[in-house]
């Protein structure tokens, strides 16, 4: 898989097509989208994602009607007689190819509510509204510095995008998630996974796959271990817990942290305020040693020790 490694501010809405929309495990699909040309993007950035059908998207004329109380009002509009996903939804990106065809993103979704089921309903050649890049990215280690990529659940996408920036770099991959039917890679029988090239060590909760217990604890028996060398860069994107953990974790040994937050985002652009993040701040002239910042635009990378959970 070919990585863009020129990020951009450019950005701006686009119309893709699907190419497959592929069952990996239970809930989970990889969304490969095809796009004649986009923008540059370094693995970190997400796009927005239109989880709907617009060509039946109503006008406003469309919505006018008369109503005398207390009859009940007759409405045919889509919007308000079925359920669709009012706002964009933003997804990671999990990988870029550039060809002499175009671009393909690839995006791994989970269905948790009406817009990724409506995408896991998509197949080849209909079409997606699609807005980005967006976000900043993750800062790439030194050649010779050792990258550990923890990733968890519906975290572990932006992971392999970035593991494959990584190739032949020392880098190991920690993917953590809570039943063997939830992991969205292929773990081969030697324990290999293809999809992120790199050794990678899986957990389960219930210890249906791999070692059993949270991903964090299988990052700090590394770290705690024999042999570890140069001081690693943690890279990490999940649940807020397990990062909050893995935060702590990387805090406490003085290691560089960069993560990947989540947040529930409406537009993706800095406008609707709504994916604020606490962060440490200096120098103020009010003495206030913390400061909002917008997970959208000043982030969704942060460093661990600048987060304020």
């Known amino acids: 898989m070919a990585v863009a490694l020129v990020g951009t501010a450019i950005r701006s809405q686009f119309e893709a097509v699907v190419d497959r929309n592929q069952p990996l495990c239970r809930e989970h699909f990889r969304l490969v989208l095809k796009l004649a040309d986009f923008p540059g993007t370094i693995p970190g950035q997400f796009i927005q994602i239109a989880c709907r059908d617009f060509d039946n998207f109503s006008s406003p004329d469309d919505v006018e009607t008369d109503w005398s109380p207390p009859d ?7 919007d308000l007689i079925s ?15 550039d060809s002499a065809d175009g671009v393909s993103l690839d995006i791994i979704h989970r269905v948790v509510g009406v817009g990724t089921e409506w995408l896991s309903d998509l197949a080849a050649g209909d079409k997606v509204s699609i807005l980005g890049p967006l976000g900043n990215w993750f800062t790439l280690p030194r050649p010779d510095e ?16 970035l593991a ?18 939830l992991l969205p890679v292929t773990l081969t029988p030697e324990g290999h996974c293809p999809e992120f090239g790199i050794p990678t060590i899986v957990t389960t909760d219930d210890g249906t796959l791999g070692i059993r217990g949270y991903v964090t ?28 953990r893995v935060a702590e974790i990387a805090n406490a040994r003085g290691l560089e942290c960069q993560i990947a937050v989540e947040r529930a985002m409406a537009c993706g652009m800095g ?39």
């Open 72 to 78: 009940p009002i007759r409405v045919s509009d889509p």
């Open 83 to 97: 359920k669709h996903a009012q706002l964009r939804r933003p997804f990671s990106l999990a990988g870029r190819s």
């Open 146 to 161: 050792p990258a550990l990529l923890v990733g968890g659940g519906v975290g572990i996408p932006p992971m392999l995008y």
């Open 164 to 181: 494959h920036a990584l190739t032949n770099r020392p880098a190991t991959a920690f993917c953590g998630v809570t039943t063997r039917d």
């Open 217 to 244: 604890a299988a990052l700090e028996a590394h770290l705690d271990g024999p042999g570890r060398g140069t001081n690693p860069v943690i890279y990490t994107c999940g649940p807020e817990p397990m990062m909050k």
């Open 271 to 309: 406008t609707c305020q709504s994916c604020c993040i606490k962060v440490r701040a200096f120098g103020r002239p009010d003495g206030r040693d913390w400061i909002y910042r917008l997970a959208c635009t000043d982030g969704p990378v942060f460093r661990a020790a600048d987060l304020l959970w």
